[in-house]
């Protein structure tokens, strides 16, 4: 009898102890997912509990001519793109930086002969009318010194014949000049003309004009929606049509194609700006960049390398452009990941750097000096790092 009544206390209490353990993993669980970034899915199910509750509307369709359904399921085929950072130049067997710099370098230096042998002819041309006894241009020698009074050449007649004989020299030897410096130039610009073409289609930004009738629903969808804004006088109307272009973004998520994602990205994005500069609701918009923008800048990523590019409709810009939303809402950790993934893009981007000073100088003042020090590390212009002392003086310990 005892030892049945034994038996069932081990295992009500081995019950126990699984409940208890069970009841931790799911607490641990739900703390974890309530600590960290937010799926997608969860940031898009608060934008339109959110719509929903504050427009008085529980259906957002609107009017829209969408793609067919077989257009939308039909991927197109992928081009056989080589990596870009392997690239050498068919003519050069140079890398992109290596083609960029030396064409710089050697089109400046035409420049400057260019220069010299244009001013030289002007100069010349004003010497052989001295000689011939004929008037001197004013425009010419406005052009060379920007005063008419001023001399240019010497008065003695064999002087300028010296001149002459001396600028016609320096005219040849300069052009000279440049016809090498072109035929150096030649297969470096060819290679970059041929990189441009290899890679244009990794170059396409978020604003790229599109055409056919996907273009037209949706500008005319923008229009319509502007119009709309404008003549609202209530933040419910307003959110009822943040929900309408939504839907119409989620509905074009759903495509295969990257002319339609773009699309979706775009009024996303634009659902975004509206929720500011209408509802005026900085909330909204960061859920909206957090559960449909962020999660989607690959779209853009992939068919858009942002190097270069000073446009928000890249996926550096609008990565910068969703940090902004989020530092307005102090949402250190939504920028942390912006930035990572800035990173990630873009790791030679001009504004790589900077962005790693900021993630150095967000976990230094959180104390993640580990973490600091590693973005410190990563720096790689000499000059940022001189940005890093002057605007942040705490971070010169990691250098050391």
């Not at 470096?188 to 978020?206: E, R």
């Not at 779209?299 to 989020?326: D, M, Q, S, W």
């Amino acid at each position: 009898m005892n030892q049945d009544k034994n038996s069932t206390q081990i295992r009500i209490s081995k019950n126990l102890i699984i409940g208890i353990v069970a009841f931790a993993i799911v607490l641990g669980g739900v703390v974890w997912f309530f600590s960290g970034p937010k799926p997608s899915w969860y940031v898009k199910m608060q934008v339109k509990s959110f719509l929903k509750k504050n427009s008085g509307k529980n259906d957002f369709t609107v009017n829209f001519k969408f793609p067919s359904k077989a257009e939308m399921e039909k991927a197109p085929v992928q081009k056989d793109i080589p990596d870009e950072k392997s690239y050498k130049g068919k003519l050069t067997k140079k890398d992109f930086q290596t083609l960029r710099d030396e064409y710089i370098n050697l089109k400046s230096e035409a420049l400057k002969i260019e220069g010299k042998i244009s001013t030289n002819k002007l100069i010349l041309q004003l010497s052989t009318a001295r000689v011939e006894g004929k008037q001197e241009d004013p425009d010419i020698v406005f052009a060379l010194t920007g005063q008419t009074n001023v001399a240019l050449l010497p008065n003695d007649p064999d002087q300028v014949k010296e001149q002459i004989k001396r600028l016609q020299d320096e005219i040849e030897t300069n052009a000279k000049l440049l016809a090498e410096k072109e035929e150096q130039i030649k297969p470096i610009l060819s290679d970059l003309i041929d990189y441009q073409l290899t890679f244009k289609d990794l170059y396409i930004s978020l604003d790229a004009p599109e055409s056919g009738e996907l273009a037209a629903a949706q500008s005319e969808l923008i229009q319509t929606m502007r119009q709309k804004f404008e003549e609202t006088t209530t933040y419910s109307k307003m959110y009822e049509l943040i929900g309408q272009e939504l839907w119409v973004a989620d509905k074009l998520f759903e495509s295969k194609n990257p002319e339609h994602l773009r699309v979706a990205l775009r009024l996303a994005r634009q659902s975004a700006r509206d929720a500011i500069d209408y509802a005026q609701n900085y909330w909204l918009a960061a859920r909206i960049y957090e559960g449909y923008v962020l999660p989607n800048i690959d779209i853009i990523a992939k068919a858009g390398n942002p190097r270069g590019r000073r446009n928000n409709f890249t996926a550096e810009g609008l990565l910068n452009e969703t940090v902004n939303v989020f530092q307005m809402n102090e949402e250190q950790e939504n920028v942390i990941r912006c930035y990572k993934k800035l990173l990630a893009i873009a790791p030679d981007s001009p504004r790589a750097d900077f962005t790693r000073v900021q993630l150095a100088a967000i976990y230094d003042e959180k104390g993640k000096k580990n973490k600091a020090a590693y973005y410190v590390k990563e720096i790689k212009s000499t000059n940022n790092v001189n940005f890093l002392l002057r605007r942040y003086p705490s971070l010169r310990q990691y250098l050391k």
